[in-house]
């Protein structure tokens, strides 16, 4: 509908005479170091950036003092190794924890979801990762020395493993209880099965298959 | 297979004994504040602090400082409204730029597109949004006294509305053309149809509709 001619569309190779264009460098900085929040690609880093600078000075602020401070106050506790800003955490501390029994999560998120199912009352180790040779994670990256230690210290009854039923959890689960079992500690594993309300009708066949094989024998009712 | 039984479960309603277990609180706000960025919810904002405390330190505090030069320095060109450092962007600032054409677009993002297609020499007018009045973004809101103000400086010869073709973008690019017509300034929107290598197999049949109604008549070769 113009009536004059634009520019021609690269496909012709006719030199173009624009200036090339690019966001100023404080915000090509913002972009880039957006990018190292994991599942951040180089469009939704550069959303973010245009979202904090439009709508939200006042998230970005707040941001940026909440990295400042957490890299400052957060540490591992030296007990269970999960995020904390005192030497040993809370849990740890606590009198009410049955020091007998000791789970290990892979991360601090999978202790949050144990405390949330209020079926624990032990205490944890937390291993921050996972054992995964390809990506070069071995057993002294998840701090196994200090498991088996924490494991050994006279009160600790049974390790309950909770890691992952993925083939980097299920293989670390199965290091685990080689090197526990080798010292004679108890070790569990926690079950798999369908979900509770779970329909078989909806259920994966590699669940189904394990929750056969792994069945419960009943008894009847006294 | 724990021959001791453990917690029951939530269900029994039977009172837990474990302590409330809450991440620190350092920790607590980052999470939060992560949540600033849009498509952020809590389990992300969760997994980016986890992984930016765990294996990130440096890109963590390489994004607060991000954060705070850009809250200091970025602020929006006098001319076009992008995003710049300086009064007036390194664009408008060019003399190898067609003065005579002015491109409205919705966000910067939309006018590096456009510059990354190499189709256009004019220059622009950033509106930093869409007219929306249910999110009660109104004229004002869009800039759009500062867009007429900026087509009527006596240069400008064409305003390409180029805001995108959904429902907002449309109802902006009609109220644009409407103020710009009663000024008498010619006004222009960009092409809407088929994509360039697209087939009608596999285009949806809105944009097929479009790209009938709005067909070009060809003339035979000289």
């Known amino acids: 509908m113009s009536s004059r001619p634009l520019a021609q569309p690269r496909a012709t190779a006719q ?44 998230g970005a602020a707040r941001l940026g003092q909440a990295l400042g401070r957490s890299l400052e106050r957060i540490k591992h506790c030296e007990r269970c190794n999960t995020f904390t800003e005192e030497d040993v955490c809370e849990l740890c501390r606590s009198p009410r924890r049955d020091a007998r029994l000791l789970c290990v999560v892979e991360t601090p ?33 998840i701090h196994l020395d200090r498991l088996i230690k924490r494991a050994e210290d006279g009160v600790v009854r049974e390790v309950i493993v909770a890691t992952n039923f993925t083939m ?20 569990s594993r926690i079950a798999r099965g369908l979900p509770v309300g779970g329909e078989l009708e909806h259920v994966d066949s590699g669940t189904l298959a394990q929750a056969v094989i792994e069945r419960r024998s009943l008894q009847a009712a006294p």
Do not use: W
């Open 109 to 141: 998120a999978d202790m949050l979801m144990m405390e949330q199912a209020e079926c624990f009352q032990g205490l944890y180790f937390v291993l921050m990762g996972r054992l995964s040779p390809l990506d070069g994670v071995g057993p002294k990256d």
């Open 168 to 187: 980097e959890g299920e293989a670390t689960a199965h290091y685990i209880a080689e090197l526990l079992l080798a010292r004679d500690i108890k070790v």
């Open 15 to 58: 030199p173009f005479v624009g200036c090339p264009m690019k966001n100023p460098s404080s915000l090509e900085e913002l972009i880039e170091s957006l990018r190292c929040l994991p599942g951040v690609g180089p469009k939704s880093a550069q959303r973010m950036a245009f979202h904090l600078l439009q709508r939200d000075h006042a």
